[in-house]
Every structure is written in structure tokens, then in C-alpha cells.
């Protein structure tokens, strides 16, 4: 079961798309007055909603042709790095222009007891499905990274998984770890969506299938997938971290880190189109936009 938010003339509604591909009107404003009223019944979101289900019928719509949302206004997006083998090769390249002949941090993270946790997005920096991302104006290497994330409570509970994009700037990254905040945060640098798969539906969460495409021109110019069975950490250790000693908010967004990379060569370009969908949770399609420098 998976939770959807869309536009309907001048109205945002809350709705639960089933495997099957219905659509069903929740009365909840959001997810998070879902979740909260299931706490509060002591019972699970899933539950509400197949009470709803029970007593409604769906839309006639498909989920492809609504106007989909941010199934959540994330008040902050936090994201894990080095989290798969995959990443640690692609940052030492950048970091060493290949010619790696030493231990780097990326090495030592990814071996370490602490993972990397960094702050990547608020509400108004994040978009949501078919809503442009950004690209830099000074950077020449950027891509996206596809990633699983976890829709967590204050409690730092897994409420539900969704699929998430961390644009980052390879080229910034690999001149000065320090420049990350400017590698990883600008406008329009984050994607979530285009919906959240109720975590009491998920069996095993090692077990999401993760493939990313990007289209120039309408041609496929880049594929990778992979399986969140390849993370080399689990999910509630980075949890732990990122709610240790800190206050996080219900609705906080952790990406758990990229295991697809595109080939070094590559780089977005404004009119590309990115896909990155997880299985058991749909496509999170993103066009690409250059801005222009700011006068
Ligand atoms: O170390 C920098 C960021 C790594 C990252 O974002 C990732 O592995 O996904
Ligand atoms: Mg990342």
C-alpha cells in the first residue's frame, strides 16, 4: 500500500494507490495526520486505510494521469554517503582523478563504526514527481543519485519508504570534501516521491530494487540498478545516528545513500530527464533545468 498526495482543481488530496493501481480518497490532510491518528488509535496507517477502502470506491483516474505532489512537505531531508561500495569507488575517483595511491576518507568512512550523515534539503529546496530539478551554474560534472529513503518520526520509527534523487556536483565534491554543503544543497537539489510504500507493507527492506535511467533528447544515455540488499550498513544504525543527540522532526526524510553512479564521463545537461524508480514504490521522474547566474 502505497501513499500518494495530488492537485484536483485547486485542492490538495491524500490518497492510497493500492498494488493493484487504485486510487482511493483518504479524508487525512497529510500522511503525517495518518500516521499520527494511527498512533493514537494504537493501531497501523495500513488499518485506516483499508477501512477506508472497504467503505469507498476509488477514483476513475490512473495515478499517471493526476498531478502528483511531494507525498510529504519533508521539513528536512537528511542523507547518508559512502554507504555502498559503489559510491566509495566513484568518490575516490573524483576525489583522486583515478590516480588514487593512498587511504582517503571515503575509505576510512566506509570502514568506520560512524557513517556519513549530512544535512541535504528543506521543504522549499525539495520537488517533488515531473518538477524540474537544477543543476549548478559553477560546476561541469554533476549527476543524480538515486536513493532509498526513510519517512521517520521525531522517534527516529520508520513510517514508510520512498524514493529519493541526491543531485550532487561531482566536480566539488572532488576538489575539497570540505565544499560538500555547496557539492550537495542548492535550489531544486532534492527529489522525493511519488510515493510512499507504508513501511508496515515492506517485508524485507534490503530487498528494493533500485534502477535509475536518464534520457537527452528522449534517448536512454545512462542505466545502472542495483539492490538495497548491496548497503553495507543497516537502516537503523544510520537511524541512530542521525537522531543522536539531535532533534529531528516528524516527516524528516534520511536518504540511506546512492549505489548507482553514472560513468565518469557523464554529466547532466539542461533538458534531461531522469527516472529513478524503486520497486513496490514507483518512478520518480525529474526533468533537469540549468538556472541562469544570478546578476
Ligand atoms: O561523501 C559524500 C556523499 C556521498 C553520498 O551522497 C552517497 O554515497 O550517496
Ligand atoms: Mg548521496
Known sequence: MRIIRFKE????????????????????????ELTSLAEEKETTALQIVEEVIANSVPISAKVEELQLLVPIEAPEVWASGVTYLKSKEARNYEATEGKLDATTFYDKVYDAERPEIFFKSTAA??????????????????????????VINKDGKVLGYIAG????????????????????VWKNSCSIGPAIRLA?????????EIKCRIYRNEEKVVEGSASTGQLKRKFDELVSYLVKDNDIFDGTVLLTGTCIVPPNEFTLADGDRIEIEISDIGVLNNPVKSQSPKT
Do not use: H
Open 200 to 208: 508496515e507493507t515492506v517485508e524485507n527492506p534490503y530487498e528494493f
Open 165 to 184: 534523487n541526491d543531485m550532487s556536483s561531482r566536480d566539488i565534491e572532488g576538489e575539497n570534501p570540505l565544499y560538500l554543503p555547496q557539492a550537495k
Open 125 to 150: 529546496r525539495t520537488v517533488g514527481p515531473n518538477q524540474d530539478v537544477c543543476l549548478r551554474t559553477d560546476s561541469n560534472w554533476q549527476i543524480p543519485e538515486p536513493e532509498l529513503g526513510l
Open 9 to 32: 482543481e485547486n485542492n490538495v488530496v491524500l490518497g492510497a494507490l493500492t498494488d493493484e493501481g487504485s486510487i482511493f480518497v483518504l479524508p487525512q490532510k497529510d500522511f503525517l
